[in-house]
């Protein structure tokens, strides 16, 4: 029996507030006990008003009334404390991202429900003696939550238990009866279930983007990886080629220079003959020679008489034509004509290896405005681009056509004829910006390499008109391409006076849109850029055009 007294006293000795046994116990004219820093806490808020309430029997005390200790209760509490914490449980302490138990005053445990009545969170132990106080009453419990405050009303203190549909918020019920009155509202249970009806929507459109996200990275990927595969054995393939040519090459050098040896040969041993052949008969000549300078010194006249016939020279019947040198010239003239053959060849046929003829592999774009914006750059009309005949604003963001022309000094960048101006930036990595355009002819919006030509007439000057620059001219009724004076008609998408301009410069795309409540594409190019772009207009005339 006296176990069973000892637990009826644990809960009957905690405090309302606190939910732990009263410390410095108090009791209230109408007979409730409290800790004094609670009942003290509580009535503190309540001097605003001038009326202080009991927060168990919700009684009205006016004027506040003075609290003393009981006596009596404290020494009851004192020998309790002793028992009630031997029979307490192993506590939990917090962890990160844990809820703390609102009731504990030393070593904050982790909190395992919060009640939306009392708006506190407990752990274990004192969950256990709010279900015993409050066991007659039914508080609402859920899982530990650290947005108490957040379900509050901030003005009446009160459950957000409905929402607004007029202002979208949460709300009490003392507000629909004040700054909420006659506005269209619902449960917050109601609510919840039709913007959960709208978040599966939304999810679902999210998943099935993900998705095509999804299939895009893996198409890229095994687009990269069949790239890859195809360029390397593009590569070998050309090698074996290459290797064959250089060895059929090498083995028709090795062919004229034995044809050449061969001829240098032949013609020798024919030189080295003929030369024996002189020798022999400069031998012959020289005794014959001096055998006539004997018989020049001879007194008998017949030996003379009888040695003439035998020492007289015949004349030689052969005549042998002697060249300084052996000449190769056809040789060489051959060889180099070959050579310069085999050059013009060589890059006729590689020039048709194009870039142009491999797939370029596009990157991903993006379906909504939001996406594009996380790329948005800000752009500035350069004044030393200007031609005469544009206006600029103060902040250099707003171009106009003007018949009247405007006293701009000579620059060596400024357009001279053309009425086109450049922007400072410059686009080297992804890129996106927007353009508010106005007027009743038209204008062209562009990028550009920095080294566009500025002055004179000739298309190297006018965007679009050259390989350096890739133009979007924009009329009321219609939209085409320019790009190296080829000139793409384009059909007229859902108009609209926003056109949006994104470039991937790595991957060599640019893209050109119509910006309205939706992104409609208007052209899109593949290319490959070798230097940073530079956007630029150009005007015709009454057309104005805003960059952002």
Known sequence: MAEANISVAQDQFCCPVCLDLLKDP????????????????CWNQDDARGVYRCPQCRKTFTPRPDLGKNVMLADMLEKLKIRFQATRPAPHHT???DVECGVCTEGKLKAVKSCLVCLNSYCQN??????????????????????LQ???????????????????????????????????????????TEKQRHLEETQSKLQQRIQKKEKDVQDLRDAVMLHKRSAQTAVEDCELIF?????????????????????????????????????????????????????????DDVYVLQSFHSLSVSESTENINVSSHLSFDNVIKSVCELTDKLQRFCRKETKKISVRHIQIIPAPEYDTREEFLQYFSHFTLDPNTVNHHIQLSEENERATFTKTPQSYHDHPDRFDVWTQV????????????????????????????????????????AAGHNDQSWSLFCSPSSYSFWHNKIEIKLPVVHS????????????????????SDTMSLIHRVHTTFTQPLYPVFWLDKYSTVKVY
């Open 243 to 299: 290797t064959e040519l250089i060895s059929s090459i090498e083995k028709r050098r090795s062919e004229v220079t034995q044809l050449i040896r061969d001829q240098e040969k032949a013609a020798v041993s024919r030189a080295e003959e003929h030369l024996e052949q002189l020798e022999q008969e400069i031998d012959d000549l020289r005794r014959r020679v001096a055998e006539m300078e004997q018989l020049f010194f001879t007194h």
């Open 126 to 147: 004192h969950l256990e003696q709010h279900e015993n106080l409050f066991k007659s009453k039914k508080h609402n419990l859920i899982d530990a939550t650290g947005r």
């Open 422 to 461: 450049l922007c400072i930036e410059s686009v080297s990595r992804r890129c996106y910006m927007e353009v508010e355009l106005s007027g009743s002819e038209g204008l062209a919006i562009a990028v550009a390499y920095k080294s566009i030509k500025r002055k004179g007439n000739s298309p190297e000057s």
């Open 150 to 192: 957040q379900m509050i009303c901030p003005r009446h203190y009160k459950m957000l238990e409905m929402y607004c549909r007029t202002d979208q918020k949460c709300i009490c019920i003392l507000c629909m009866v004040d700054e909420h009155k006659n506005h269209d509202t619902v449960s917050a249970a109601a609510a919840r």
């Open 26 to 41: 108090v009791t209230i004219p109408c007979g409730h006990s409290y800790c004094m820093n609670c009942i003290t806490s």
């Open 95 to 97: 962890a990160s991202g």
């Open 496 to 515: 609209s006076s926003r056109i949006g301009v994104y470039v991937d410069h790595s991957a060599g795309v640019l893209s050109f849109y119509s910006v």
